[in-house]
């Protein structure tokens, strides 16, 4: 399957900070990006979608102020968690869909982040 | 309603057994259709994609039943390795959305 990179895997932060995520689909050309949080024994819930060169469609719920999203080129989407609470903790995971010889509408996930605020 | 369901399970089953899941999804307007299998802590991976014809991929197969919106995942032979929670996809093209089921669980046991 074509494959997604995410980074970092793993990160611990204090309340009140700043946590930025990357997404990266490495060897196709991601038009869409999608982002979700997933808690511990739970499915996963989509946070937003993310379409390169154009503003980030949230879900509902989903303060679009707190979770910054920013496609900025086909292969990259970065999820920026402000002002992180011990709330946000959560495991962070991006998708990628786009046209890699596969049918288009397929999604291939990153690894995850797993967030704890501290 | 919600757009995907599935049962939750587990499903819990021995070496060698054939265990069938079934998803079910409300929107008829649905057009690609997905399995995907999560292990505890990581992301999900893409399993097989489910086509109108229905498909097989060694020990799997799924199914695409439009007329009913359901899908259903076939495991032939279970091993130990296939214990996992399996998620159903739903992908609609003109909304560019993905919609996931809650996700069955599967153990096989020796």
């Known amino acids: 399957g074509a494959v997604v990179s995410q980074h970092p895997s793993r990160v611990i932060c204090k309340s009140g900070t700043s946590v930025k995520i990357e997404c990266r689909s490495l060897?196709?050309?991601?038009?869409?990006m999608f982002w979700y949080r997933q808690f511990p024994k739970k499915s996963l819930m989509l946070m937003a979608t993310s379409n390169e060169g154009s503003k980030a469609t949230y879900e509902q719920g989903v303060e679009k102020d707190k979770f910054l999203i920013n496609h900025a080129s086909l292969t990259l989407s970065t999820l920026t968690v402000t002002s992180a609470h011990p709330e946000d903790s959560s495991f962070y995971i991006c998708s990628a869909a786009g046209y890699s010889g596969r049918a288009a509408s397929e999604q291939y996930f990153g690894p995850g982040t797993r967030l704890t605020v501290t | 309603r919600k757009e995907v369901e599935q049962d939750p399970g587990p499903f819990n089953v021995p070496e060698g057994a054939t265990v069938a899941f079934n998803c079910t999804y409300s929107?008829?307007?649905?057009?690609?259709f997905f399995w995907y299998r999560q292990d505890c802590r990581k992301e999900p991976k893409l399993l097989m994609s489910?086509?109108?014809s229905g498909n097989e991929d060694g020990r799997f197969t799924a199914q695409l039943n439009r007329a009913s919106q359901y899908i259903s995942l076939l495991i032939r032979d279970s091993k130990l390795s296939d214990s996992a929670t399996y998620l159903c996809v739903v992908n609609r093209y003109n909304f560019n959305k993905f919609y996931f089921g809650s996700g069955t669980k599967l153990n096989v046991k020796p």
């Open positions: 929107n008829s307007a649905s057009q690609s």
């Open positions: 060897d196709f050309q991601a038009t869409t």
């Open positions: 489910v086509y109108s």
